[in-house]
């Protein structure tokens, strides 16, 4: 019984995480996105690249790509992504796809939507080891990202 409780204890830990954290939407360069108070925007060196840092654990990576694209050179894209080894989630529907893949270190998370000849993508990588405590805020994010 204290096996289960272990567990339970986690979800609901990572549950309040992603509910009591301040969120903050951006709206910029043709993308919606909301992030906790913890993601903040910091300068870029390339311009196709918003990124944001996390001021609790620098471990979580977070930022947006926008780049010029058809839509042959958006599919051809998800395919590559689908290429990649670990994958454990993909999907690709109309004008976006979101492709999971991880190895015994890390999750890569990437959602891709086309909009107006621009691929906007989502990059998120974080520890294999965080995964349950960061699983609720990425689904949040990843819902407002459009």
Known sequence: MKYLLIPILLFFTATVNAQTSNW???HQHGYNLELPDFFLP?????SSKDVFTNTNNKDITLYVESTPIDKIAFNSKYITETGN???TYKL????????TYSDSKTVNYHKSFLSN????TLI???P??????FELTLQRIGKSFK
């Open 124 to 126: 998120v990588t974080y």
């Open 85 to 87: 080894s670990g994958i």
């Open 117 to 120: 000849g621009i691929a906007h």
């Open 92 to 99: 690709i529907k109309d004008n976006v796809y979101t492709v």
């Open 24 to 26: 903050v939407s951006y």
């Open 42 to 46: 910091v300068a870029s060196q390339d």
């Open 128 to 133: 294999n080891n965080n995964k349950s405590g």
